[in-house]
């Protein structure tokens, strides 16, 4: 019911910067937190940026600083703005959507991207 889709992947080098989006096929961020999750290979995956239905904003420590996390809300997109990558950035970066109330939109309360590749060579 709802689709997201990320664009923006590819390859970097380290202390270079790149944009990843998420464009929601429908209007959710009034009550969807949005956030970006990455997993790299053999690791757990992680919640790196979050953007809260409110606009507060979270990140991960190991992104702080660095990474920048913002939405357009009339083109349903939410961005993340990667600056100063490391290759331990080097993972698949996904777009999750989870309502912030017993609401939903399009029946489900987590919706999640195909996921994007962000690689960042040494």
């Known amino acids: 019911q709802v689709q997201l889709v990320e664009s923006g992947g590819g390859l970097v080098q380290a202390g270079g910067s790149l944009r990843v989006s998420c464009a929601a096929s429908?209007?959710?961020?009034?009550?969807?937190?949005m956030a970006w999750y990455r997993q790299a290979p053999g690791k757990q995956r992680e919640m790196v940026a979050q953007?809260?239905?409110?606009?507060?904003?979270n990140y991960a420590d190991s992104v702080k600083g660095r990474f920048t996390i913002a939405r357009d809300i009339a083109k349903n997109t939410v961005y993340l703005q990667m600056n100063s990558l490391k290759p331990e950035d080097t993972a698949v970066y996904s777009c999750?959507?989870?309502?912030?109330?017993?609401?939903?939109?399009?029946?489900?309360?987590?919706?999640w991207g195909q996921g994007t590749q962000v690689t960042v060579s040494s």
């Open positions: 999750n959507a989870r309502s912030a109330t017993m609401l939903t939109i399009g029946g489900a309360s987590d919706y």
């Open positions: 429908r209007s959710i961020f009034n009550i969807y937190n």
């Open positions: 953007v809260t239905s409110a606009g507060s904003t």
